[in-house]
């Protein structure tokens, strides 16, 4: 049990993956509470497209990004 107070001290962050369904924009955003795959998400600037969450996925914060 004490292994998953290590687990602490790699913070993660957690990004949502946006595509259009008519053409290939794409954008990264931060995740938002109450976002899935796919939910529509809004509409495409490129041609008015639908956007849908293509994707959730965490990454690992570097430390170097975390020093200001
Ligand atoms: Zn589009």
Do not use: H, N
């Amino acid at each position: 049990m004490a292994i998953s107070s290590d687990s602490s001290k790699q913070p993660l962050i957690t990004k949502t993956l946006i595509k259009c369904m008519s053409c290939d924009y794409s954008i990264e955003r931060d995740f938002q509470e109450g976002d899935f795959v796919p939910k529509l998400v809004g509409t495409c600037p490129k041609d008015g497209g639908k956007l849908y969450i293509a994707g959730i996925y965490a990454i690992k914060l570097q430390p170097q990004q975390a020093k200001r």
